[in-house]
């Protein structure tokens, strides 16, 4: 990226002619940019502000896509993109030439672009299969992922790749016991929308979802993990920025809002979603007490608020924040096989008595 505040050239090498589609988001700014499935091999200081540009993300949308996304502090125009075959070496060259714009031309060329890729902002679906016996179901769903990389520990650590491993070893331990079937949302460093992995548990009628995430604030000395549930009005302060915090992955993925399908509302539907949210309570408090034995919890660790990832209507939902990256003990724990290890065998106890619980009726 070369440039100044009113003029930026971006230019990106490839290995072979990529196939390029772009469009523009606003709230904030930003330019969109689509390829095939790309392994990046970009170094960190190429992805500093400068000029108009200021942020700079990339990844893997969904397996055979990968997105990048350049965030600017206002309107702007892009006068340019061109896919460029080198002259004097091999491979090809993708240039965007972008100008500093008035908002009015920002938003007529963002809904021209919108109009000629409507399928720009959704990713590719991941296909589940659902088992075919009747052991209790657990959906466990990796936060974050691909292009959406979560928080960033104070030594680099990212939320995705903490939250990916420990799902997978919790797997393993309840595949392990014979008793349980698992799905996992994600199983590799992909992105989901927030209502794919709401979709992916419901489709596989899971009994029980838990959600694995990693925070980071601003208050490096705040540290511990906590277990939130769903509620329409947060607990606290706290509780609230977390979920606006998570809340946010599909927006910073690109993705473009969706309307939200009304439920039909009548007694049956109520009843049903009063039970989930029951069988969640319960759950959270039976994982917190096992939790507790294992693992550091911050001040009243169980916790409500709006998180999307938690709307099932018929699948009880917890979400777990295994402590904080921006704190470094947190982070060099959640680094460490064998405090996960302890970690999944706490969650596996209150799954065991949970499970036990509902077979009992």
Not at 55 to 76: K, L
Not at 90 to 116: H, K, N, Q
Not at 240 to 257: M, P, V
Request: aromatic fraction near 6%; charged fraction near 30%; charge should be negative.
């Amino acid at each position: 990226m070369a440039g100044d505040a009113n003029r930026v050239r971006i230019v990106l090498n490839f290995d072979r002619k990529p196939e390029v589609n772009w469009f523009l988001l606003r709230a904030p700014h930003r330019l969109v940019v689509d390829f095939p499935e790309t392994d990046f091999g970009i170094e960190e200081k190429e992805t500093e502000p400068r000029g108009l540009i200021s942020r700079v993300r990339y990844g893997r949308m969904a397996p055979g896509h990968s997105r990048m996304i350049y965030t600017m502090p206002g309107p702007f125009k892009v006068e340019e993109v061109s896919v460029l075959k080198n002259e004097t070496s091999p491979g090809y060259r993708m240039i965007a030439d972008i100008v500093s714009a008035s908002e009015s031309d920002f938003e007529s060329a963002m809904r021209e672009r919108l109009a000629a890729a409507p399928d720009a902002g959704t990713a590719k679906e991941v296909v589940k299969q659902k088992p075919t016996d009747d052991r209790f179901m657990i959906a466990i769903d990796p936060g974050h992922g691909g292009i959406d990389g979560g928080a960033r520990g104070v030594s680099g650590t990212f939320e995705k790749t903490i939250t990916l491993t420990f799902a997978q070893e919790l797997k393993k331990s309840l595949e392990a016991t014979g008793k349980y079937n698992v799905v996992l949302t994600r199983n590799e460093d992909v992105f989901l929308r927030l209502d794919e992995r709401v979709r992916i548990a419901r489709e596989n009628e899971a009994d029980l979802l838990i959600s694995i995430h990693a925070d980071a604030i601003s208050m490096r000395d705040f540290r511990g993990a906590t277990v939130y549930t769903l509620s329409d009005r947060a607990s606290d302060a706290e509780a609230a920025a977390t979920a606006a915090r998570e809340n946010l992955s599909d927006e910073l993925a690109g993705l473009t809002a969706e309307e939200e399908q009304d439920h039909v509302a009548d007694i049956l539907f109520d009843l049903i979603r009063r039970e989930t949210h029951a069988f969640s309570i319960h759950f959270a408090r039976t994982l917190l007490d096992s939790l507790g034995e294992t693992v550091h919890l911050v001040g009243n660790p169980l916790r409500s608020a709006g998180f999307l990832v938690l709307k099932a209507p018929d699948v009880p939902s917890v979400l777990v924040e295994l402590g904080y990256l921006s704190n470094p003990e947190d982070e060099k724990q959640m680094k460490d096989p064998a405090w996960r290890a302890k970690a999944v065998d706490s969650i596996l106890r209150a799954i065991n008595i949970f499970a036990a619980a509902r077979a009992g009726g």
